[in-house]
C-alpha cells in the first residue's frame, strides 16, 4: 500500500473512531487532512477531483520538489488503529448517553453510563462530567465575573476526576482517550511535567487525535522542552512539530515541515492557513493575501482563520476588500468570535473606535479566552486614549498567552502614553524577545530610550540599528538612527545613513521632509571635507525645491566656489571643519 494510501486508510478509521467518542474537533481536523490528501493523477482526472491546486501559485511557491511518500519523519511505527470492540459496554446505554452528550446533557449522560465498566463508556462518562464542569464554571464566571470578566470560578470534578483516572492509569486499565482526558484534568490542575508524560503516552498509542497533540503543544514553552519529549516516529509528528515551531517563533522551520507534508497532503486547507500564519509573523502580507485569496476560492463559507485575513488588509488599508470579507463572514456565521472581530476591524479601519470595541466585546462574550479580541481591543482602547482600559485587555492578553508579543507591545505603548518610559521600556524588552525580527518593536525601544527621562541615546542607537536590519517598511529606523548620530557627534556614521536612506526613498521614488534633510546633511557633510564634487551634487539637487533649503544650498554654492577660486567671501556661512 502505498504512503498516501496508507494515511487515508487510517484517517479514515480514525475519524469514525473519534467520533464515535464524541471528539467531533479532532474528527474534523482528521477528516480534512483526509480531503487534503492528492489523489492519484492516474486514477482521478481533473473532472472528479475536488481541489485543482496543483497549479496554483502558492503551489509552486511551497512545493519546489516531487514528494511522493509520506514524509521521513512521518513513518509510522504504530498500527493503524482498529480497536477492538468493548464487551463490558453496552451498546444500548452507550447510545443513550451519547445522543444526551450530543444535546449538551452532560450529567444526562455521566448518569447513564455509572454502571459501566468498559474503557469506551468510561472515558464518555468522565469526558461528560468533564465538560459539565467546564459548563457550570462558564455559568460562574458570567454570574460572578469581576472587571473584564475575570472570577475564581473552577471546574468542580477535576478532583474526582484526577483520582479516578490515576487509578485507572496505575492499573492498566485506561486507553489512550482515557490519558488523553487525564492529561486535560492534569493540565488545568496545574501539573504540567505530569501532564506532558501523560498525554505522550497517548499519541504513541493513538497519534491520530489532534486534540491531544494541541494539548501536548500548550505545555511546550521551550525548544529544550520540545526536545525532550519521546515521541514515536509517526506522521502526525509532523503536523505537531510544524505546529509547535511555530508558537515557538520558528517560523522557517515551521514553514520548511508544512512544505514538506505538502507532499500528501497538497489539497490541504489547513496547511495552507498554517502557512499563511507563518508568513503573517514574518510580514509577508503579500503572500498572506494571497493564499487566503485561494483559500476562500476553495472553501467560500470558511470562517476560522479569516480574523488573520483581516488583520492583513487592515495594515494594507484595503477599505473595500476589509468591507466585503466583513459582509461576507456576517452572511455566513455572525456570531463566531472571528466574525465579530472582522466586523471590529472594519469598523476601526473606518475611525469608528467605539463601534469596534462593541464588536470586540462581543466577540469576548463569545468566547473568553479568543487572544486576538482582547489584543485589538486594547487597540482601540489607546486610540481613544483610554489607557486604563487599554493596560485591562493588554493584560487578560498576556495572561491567555504570555507568548503573544502583541500585547507585550500594546502595553508598552500604553505607559508610554501614561509618561512612565521606563515600565513601557519593561514590556517592549518582552515583546522584542518574543519576536526579534519586528523592526516596530525596536524602534519602539529605541524611542523609549531617547525620551527626557531615560537620554540613554547610546542603546537608542543599538536599537535603531537592529531595526534597519528587520527589513523596517515604515522607513523610520534609518532616518531616525542619521539623525540621533548627528545629534551625538558622529558626522562620518550620520552620513553613511543618510545615504542609504536617500538610496531608499530614491528606489521608492518617496519625496518629503526626510529626503530633504537627508540631501542637506550630506551637502553640509562633503562641503565640510572638501569633497565638493559631492557636495555640489546634494546642493543641485536642493535647488529643485522652494523654501529655505533653497537658499542654503545656493549660500553652500556660493561658499565652495570663492573657496575653490582662492577669494575669501564674506556673505558665505564659514563652516569649521566638523559642523556638526
Given amino acids: 500500500m502505498s504512503s498516501k494510501e496508507s494515511c487515508r486508510s487510517e484517517l479514515r478509521i480514525a475519524i469514525r473512531q473519534l467520533s464515535d467518542r464524541c471528539l467531533y474537533s479532532a474528527s474534523k481536523w482528521a477528516a480534512e487532512q483526509l480531503v487534503g490528501i492528492e489523489h492519484d493523477p492516474v486514477k482521478f482526472t481533473p473532472s472528479n477531483t475536488r481541489f485543482q491546486r496543483g497549479s496554483s501559485s502558492i503551489r509552486r511557491k ?67 462530567l468533564y465538560l459539565a464542569g467546564e459548563k457550570r464554571k462558564e455559568e460562574e464566571m458570567i454570574e460572578l465575573e469581576g472587571p473584564l470578566g475575570k472570577s475564581d470560578a473552577v471546574n468542580r470534578e477535576l478532583v474526582s476526576l484526577e483520582r479516578e483516572l490515576s487509578t485507572l492509569r496505575n ?63 509517526h506522521w502526525m509528528k509532523d503536523f505537531f512539530l510544524a505546529s509547535v515551531y511555530q508558537e515557538l517563533r520558528m517560523h522557517n522551520d515551521s514553514l520548511s515541515k508544512y512544505e514538506y507534508l505538502l507532499g500528501t497532503f497538497g489539497n490541504s486547507n489547513y496547511i495552507q492557513a498554517q502557512i499563511a500564519k507563518a508568513q503573517y509573523s514574518l510580514r509577508e502580507f503579500d503572500q498572506v493575501e494571497a493564499i487566503f485569496e485561494e483559500l476562500l476560492s476553495n472553501d467560500p463559507y470558511r470562517v476560522e482563520d479569516m480574523d488573520m485575513y483581516s488583520n492583513v488588509l487592515y495594515a494594507k488599508e ?47 462574550k463569545l468566547n473568553k479566552n479568543f487572544l486576538s479580541a482582547w489584543t485589538l481591543m486594547g487597540h482601540e482602547f489607546v486610540e481613544m486614549k483610554n489607557t486604563p482600559a487599554a493596560v485591562d485587555a493588554y493584560r487578560r492578553a498576556v495572561d491567555i498567552d504570555p507568548r503573544d508579543y502583541r500585547a507585550w507591545y500594546g502595553l508598552g505603548q500604553a505607559y508610554e502614553m501614561m509618561g512612565m518610559p521606563l515600565y513601557a521600556l519593561h514590556y517592549f524588552k518582552k515583546s522584542v524577545f518574543l519576536q526579534p525580527n519586528d523592526s516596530r518593536l525596536w524602534i519602539a525601544m529605541a524611542q523609549c530610550y531617547e525620551t527626557d527621562q531615560l537620554r540613554m541615546l547610546d542603546e537608542a542607537v ?41 538610496e531608499r526613498m530614491e528606489s521608492e521614488e518617496r519625496e518629503g521632509p526626510k529626503m530633504v534633510e537627508a540631501l542637506l546633511y550630506l551637502a553640509k557633510y562633503y562641503r565640510a571635507q572638501k569633497k565638493f564634487e559631492e557636495a555640489e551634487v546634494y546642493c543641485t539637487r536642493l535647488l529643485d525645491y522652494t523654501g529655505p533649503e533653497r537658499e542654503t544650498a545656493k549660500s553652500i554654492l556660493r561658499g565652495m566656489r570663492t573657496v575653490q577660486s582662492g577669494f575669501p567671501s564674506m556673505d558665505v556661512e564659514h563652516f569649521p571643519p566638523n559642523p556638526f
Wanted: aromatic letters at 12%; charged letters at 25%; proline letters at 3%.
Fill in 171 to 233: 492499573n492498566g486499565k485506561i486507553d489512550p482517550f482515557g490519558l488523553y482526558l487525564y492529561g486535560l484534568v492534569l493540565k488545568q490542575k496545574g501539573s504540567e511535567n505530569l501532564a506532558r508524560t501523560v498525554l505522550v503516552e497517548s499519541v504513541n498509542s493513538y497519534p491520530w487525535n489532534w486534540n491531544v497533540w494541541t494539548e501536548l503543544q500548550s505545555l511546550c514553552k521551550t525548544v529544550d522542552i520540545l526536545n525532550s519529549l519521546n515521541l514515536n516516529s
Fill in 462 to 502: 543599538k536599537c535603531y540599528r537592529r531595526a534597519a536590519n528587520c527589513n523596517d517598511r515604515e522607513a523610520i529606523a534609518l532616518h531616525n538612527l542619521a539623525r540621533l548620530l548627528s545629534e551625538l557627534g558622529r558626522p562620518e556614521e550620520a552620513a553613511f545613513y543618510y545615504k542609504k536612506d536617500l
Fill in 62 to 128: 511551497y512545493k519546489t520538489h516531487d514528494v511522493t511518500v509520506t514524509p521521513i519523519a512521518g513513518v509510522s511505527y504504530v498500527a493503524t488503529p482498529v480497536m477492538e470492540e468493548d464487551e463490558l459496554v453496552d451498546d444500548d446505554f452507550y447510545l443513550q448517553a451519547k445522543a444526551y452528550f450530543d444535546c449538551r446533557e452532560y450529567k444526562r449522560a455521566a448518569h447513564v453510563l455509572r454502571d459501566q465498566n468498559g474503557r469506551k463508556a468510561v472515558f464518555l462518562r468522565c469526558y461528560a
Fill in 318 to 364: 484595503c477599505f473595500s476588500a476589509l468591507s466585503y470579507l466583513a459582509h461576507r463572514v456576517f452572511l455566513t456565521d455572525k456570531y463566531r468570535p472571528e466574525s465579530c472581530c472582522i466586523i471590529g476591524n472594519y469598523y476601526s479601519l473606518k475611525g469608528q473606535h467605539e463601534k469596534a470595541v462593541v464588536y470586540f466585546r462581543r466577540a469576548l
